[in-house]
Nanobody
C-alpha cells in the first residue's frame, strides 16, 4: 500500500504560480510512476503530467505544456508540480497518483491522494 498526501494548493491570481507537493509513504520502495491529475466542477478527471521512476521521462498534457513542470525527489519520497502562468481554467482539485505504468490514463494508477484545491482568480 502507498499513501499519498498533496499540499500546496490555494488561491492565486491569474498569471501567478503555485508549487504542489505530494508526499508518499508506505511501500515506497517500489518503482512507481507518479502522476498529477485534476478535476474541475462538473468535469471528468483529466491528466496533467506524469514522471517515470528515475525522473528521466516526463509527459505533460497539451493544455499545461510550457507552464507546468513535474519533478520528483526519490530520496524524500516527494513529487512536485510547479505551476506557472496560471489561468482561471486551471482551477480544479489536483490529485497525486502512483502506478506501475507510464500512462496518461487515470485507470493505470493504483493509488491516489485526497486532492488539493487550486483556484485561479481572473
Amino acid at each position: 500500500q502507498v499513501q499519498l498526501v498533496e499540499s500546496g494548493g490555494g488561491l492565486v491570481p491569474a498569471g501567478g504560480s503555485l508549487r504542489l507537493s505530494c508526499t508518499a509513504s508506505g511501500r515506497t520502495s517500489r518503482s512507481y510512476v507518479m502522476g498529477w491529475f485534476r478535476q474541475a466542477p462538473g468535469k471528468e478527471r483529466e491528466f496533467v503530467a506524469t514522471i517515470s521512476w528515475s525522473g528521466g521521462s516526463t509527459l505533460n498534457a497539451g493544455s499545461v505544456k510550457g507552464r507546468f513542470t513535474i519533478s520528483r525527489d526519490n530520496a524524500k519520497n516527494m513529487v512536485y508540480l510547479q505551476m506557472n502562468s496560471l489561468k482561471p481554467e486551471d482551477t480544479a482539485v489536483y490529485y497525486c497518483a502512483a502506478g506501475t505504468s507510464y500512462s496518461i490514463l487515470a485507470a493505470s494508477y493504483d493509488y491516489w491522494g485526497q486532492g488539493t484545491q487550486v483556484t485561479v482568480s481572473s
